[in-house]
């Protein structure tokens, strides 16, 4: 039988981040997660709101998935409440995206074209690369249907190759709430740090359609 141990607060790990906001699937995983990062401080874990979650009346139902995604990395427990990034995103955003490149530099923006944040780019280049993004965000949305097809052989980003392959700028759709943004990364992504679920978080409280657990 599964407990609850008391005084535990969730924050979504990296690794988490990514799974809640690359891909617009309906899993239970994913719920939660999305969940989790629409709080503006990391929730306490309680049966309440791991049914509320869940949808799971039943203790045990509603904690299996909750174990799943700490056992796969994509949770953290705390022993206190941690905060969302304060601060307007304008004044945020920048300083998490020059951490996600190599190159430290990254574009945001939404579906329009219209950019969110950029840092390691002249304005007029990161314009352009924030109309290029939404272009990519426009494909992949017409042929969502034919790329589904690919199963497991499906990517999450798309990428600018040379004739060997490497990448030297890549894009990745990010679905946050009902929103979609294009995330465009010059170099080596570095998906893999505390910023990038920083900025997922603070991009899920703006964006977000936030409940309460009741």
């Known amino acids: 039988m599964l407990e609850i141990i008391p005084g535990n607060y969730l924050t979504v790990t990296p690794y988490g981040a990514w799974r809640a906001v690359a891909r617009a699937d309906d899993s239970p995983e ?26 799971e009346s039943d203790a045990e139902a509603a904690l299996t998935p909750l ?54 780019y002249d304005h007029e280049t990161g314009e352009a690369l924030a109309a290029l993004g939404a272009d990519m965000l426009s ?32 894009f990745w759709p990010m ?13 080596r992504p570095r998906f893999n740090q505390q910023a990038f679920a920083d900025l997922v978080w603070a991009l899920c409280v703006r964006y977000g359609d936030r409940k309460s657990v009741v």
């Open 67 to 120: 174990l799943r995604l700490q056992e796969d990395a994509s949770l953290q427990a705390w022993p206190s409440a941690r905060a969302a990034p304060l601060g307007t995103l304008e004044a945020t955003l920048p300083q998490f995206l020059a951490q996600l490149s190599d190159a430290g530099q990254a574009v945001l923006a939404d579906s329009m074209g219209f950019c969110l944040a950029m840092t390691g």
């Open 175 to 187: 679905h946050v709430g009902r929103t979609r943004l294009a995330l465009t990364v010059s170099g």
């Open 30 to 55: 994913r719920r939660i997660l999305m969940a989790i990062l629409r709080e503006a401080t990391s929730p306490e874990l309680t049966l309440a709101a791991a049914s509320f979650w869940t949808g």
């Open 139 to 170: 494909v992949a949305e017409r042929q969502s249907a034919a790329l589904a097809k690919l199963g497991d052989h499906l990517l999450d980003g798309w990428g600018n190759v040379d004739a060997a392959g490497i990448s030297g700028l890549s």
